[in-house]
């Protein structure tokens, strides 16, 4: 190679760029020419006096989170870099994307039960369920003393246990189930050869009195007492179911 | 409606190389204040088009962004007015509070010798044109390759070379009076 070249190379020598047979090649030359190695020598002297003494600016510990406030897509903060090329850019944008979530979260809206129909559907399922597949009880006793300390360990709450045999209301056992994304007890009841489904799972909401519905043919009673919610569901007569609630709550206050 | 995995990862790729951003900002822009604006508005630019990044080199995509904004800034400017003001609040900082510098000794003659020669540094490296100082910035103190440079600069490994190349040795030229001096 040329001196020349090899010159305009010395620069790639200092940082290493370089594949082998031209650093071999560049060395080679470095060895006779007294020129080059002094410029070789300052190049390498300046790179590393700027890294070992040129400071690095850190950003500020603020400006992470001062980014994070301005990406939601709404309002980015204006500073005079760019601001007319953005502005139409980001809000049309931001309007379209608005417009479209709207349309589309009314129209999703709309398609969905309430929460209360979701909730009777998937209690009266998984009353049928329990029927169906001969797994009623996971911890058959009409002890209610077996019962409630069965729960402990499984659910993060302790349901109220109380056996009524006395009333006609016999306290079968008791099953672990899934409801609404939470795991619930339910306890079984059996009244005159009815199997009674209590599903009982704590809430946050005020005591509530008992409200009837029926559907599918089956009857629920629901209400809600001492922070838990309970759903009682059965084929039972209305009536009957109501008279379990009622004798429930009156229990459950002593 | 993606926004939760596009903030993820813009989270994931552009959160981490902030510094990096911040620092080609301050010697891009000659000042924190205008750096900062830099960045927040190449983050936002960043953030439109995280989905189109598949690469594996988030900081050289950033850097990229970085530097084009500062561009359209810096010709916009331009076009105002032909003499852009030389940022004092940039050149009074005191390295101390910027970054990554270790002190090998402690004597207070040495230290107060090694905070003028940085300073001197520090001001003749600002004072480059910007064509050799954002090479020069991105090769000694982001540590970036030359493949890397010539991507993010958009012109060929040879010409990264040869800028380093001159503004070295405009950098040694501009230190060197003062360095007779003493």
């Keep these: 190679m040329e001196h020349s070249e090899i010159m305009e190379l010395l620069p790639a020598l200092v940082d290493q760029e370089l594949g082998i047979a031209d650093t071999l090649a560049v060395q080679r030359h470095l060895d006779t020419c007294a020129e080059c190695r002094r410029e070789y020598a300052e190049q390498a002297a300046l790179s590393k006096r700027v890294r070992s003494e040129t400071a690095c600016f850190n950003a500020?510990?603020?400006?992470?989170?001062?980014?994070?406030?301005?990406?939601?897509?709404?309002?980015?903060?204006?500073?005079?870099?760019?601001?007319?090329?953005?502005?139409?850019?980001?809000?049309?944008?931001?309007?379209?994307?608005?417009?479209?979530?709207?349309?589309?979260?009314?129209?999703?809206?709309l398609s969905l039960p309430s929460a209360q129909e979701r909730m009777t559907e998937e209690i009266i399922a998984s009353h049928v369920r329990s029927l169906q597949a001969d797994h009623l009880t996971d911890v058959a006793s009409t002890d209610q003393h077996t019962v409630k300390p069965w729960f402990n360990g499984r659910l993060s709450f302790s349901p109220p246990v109380i056996?009524?045999?006395?009333?006609?209301?016999?306290?079968?056992?008791?099953?672990?189930?899934?409801?609404?994304?939470?795991?619930?007890?339910?306890?079984?009841?059996?009244h005159q050869k009815h199997p009674i489904n209590l599903y009982i799972w704590p809430t946050n909401s005020?005591?509530?009195?008992?409200?009837?519905?029926?559907?599918?043919?089956?009857?629920?009673?629901?209400?809600?007492?001492?922070?838990?919610?309970?759903?009682?569901?059965?084929?039972?007569a209305e009536n009957e179911l109501l008279k379990f609630s009622g004798i429930l709550r009156l229990a459950a206050h002593q | 409606m993606s926004e939760p995995t596009k903030n993820g990862r813009f989270q994931m790729l552009v959160m981490p190389h902030l510094n990096s951003a911040f620092?080609?900002?301050?010697?891009?822009?000659?000042?924190?204040?205008?750096?900062?604006?830099?960045?927040?508005?190449?983050?936002?630019?960043?953030?439109?088009?995280?989905?189109?990044?598949?690469?594996?080199?988030?900081?050289?995509?950033?850097?990229?962004?970085?530097?084009?904004?500062?561009?359209?800034?810096?010709?916009?400017?331009?076009?105002?007015?032909?003499?852009?003001?030389?940022?004092?609040?940039?050149?009074?900082?005191?390295?101390?509070?910027a970054g990554d510098l270790r002190y090998r000794d402690n004597n207070p003659e040495q230290l107060l010798l090694r905070k003028d020669s940085e300073r001197q540094l520090q001001r003749a490296l600002a004072s480059l044109p910007l064509e050799f100082r954002e090479v020069m910035v991105m090769r000694e103190l982001e540590d970036l390759s030359y493949k890397q440079i010539a991507g993010i600069v958009g012109i060929p490994i040879g010409t990264v070379m040869s800028r380093l190349g001159r503004g070295r040795k405009l950098l040694a030229k501009i230190l060197a009076p003062a360095n007779q001096g003493e």
Excluded at chain 1, 173 to 185: C, E, I
Excluded at chain 2, 26 to 51: G, I, K, N, P
Excluded at chain 2, 62 to 85: D, P
Aim: proline share 3%; charged share 20%.
């Design chain 1, 163 to 190: 056996d009524l045999a006395a009333q006609g209301f016999v306290l079968e056992g008791g099953r672990l189930d899934y409801l609404d994304g939470h795991p619930v007890a339910a306890l079984i009841y059996r």
């Design chain 1, 206 to 236: 005020k005591d509530a009195g008992p409200q009837a519905q029926t559907s599918r043919g089956y009857h629920l009673v629901r209400w809600s007492s001492d922070e838990m919610t309970y759903w009682a569901v059965s084929d039972v």
């Design chain 1, 60 to 109: 500020p510990p603020d400006l992470a989170a001062r980014i994070a406030n301005t990406l939601p897509q709404d309002k980015p903060r204006r500073s005079n870099f760019l601001a007319r090329w953005h502005f139409n850019w980001l809000q049309l944008g931001s309007a379209m994307a608005t417009l479209l979530l709207a349309a589309w979260s009314v129209g999703f809206y």
């Design chain 2, 23 to 97: 620092n080609l900002a301050c010697w891009l822009t000659r000042s924190r204040h205008d750096a900062e604006d830099l960045v927040q508005e190449a983050s936002l630019r960043a953030f439109r088009f995280v989905d189109g990044f598949h690469g594996d080199d988030a900081r050289a995509w950033l850097l990229t962004i970085v530097r084009n904004t500062f561009y359209t800034w810096y010709q916009e400017q331009h076009a105002q007015q032909q003499n852009t003001l030389f940022d004092e609040e940039f050149h009074s900082l005191d390295t101390a509070d």
